[in-house]
C-alpha cells in the first residue's frame, strides 16, 4: 500500500502535486505530504519528487490547472 504514517500523519498519495523544474528534477507542490514522503528530497525551501510515479503526478497536476484557469462554456448561456 502506498501510504506511510508518520507521528500520526498519513501520506496519501492521491494528494500529491507535481511540476516540471531545471532539468529532469521534479518539483512536489505538496510539501505537507513531502514531510511524509519517503521519496521527496529536502532541498531550500521545498521538496524534489523522487517517486516512481512523478510523471503521472505531473499529469494529474496539468489536468486540474487546465480545469481552473479554462474559461467557462458560454454556448449554453441564455442571451435574451
Do not use: W
Not at 8 to 17: A, D, L, N, Q, S
Not at 60 to 73: G, M, Q
Amino acid at each position: 500500500m502506498e501510504n506511510e504514517t508518520h507521528a500520526g500523519k498519513v501520506f496519501e498519495i492521491e494528494k500529491c502535486r507535481a511540476k516540471n523544474g531545471a532539468g529532469d528534477l521534479v518539483n512536489c507542490l505538496a510539501p505537507e505530504q513531502a514531510q511524509l514522503c519517503r521519496n521527496s528530497l529536502p532541498f531550500g525551501y521545498g521538496y524534489f519528487c523522487k517517486h516512481p510515479r512523478r510523471k503521472e503526478f505531473i499529469e494529474i497536476t496539468e489536468k486540474l490547472r487546465s480545469k481552473l484557469i479554462s474559461p467557462p462554456d458560454v454556448s449554453q448561456s441564455d442571451n435574451q
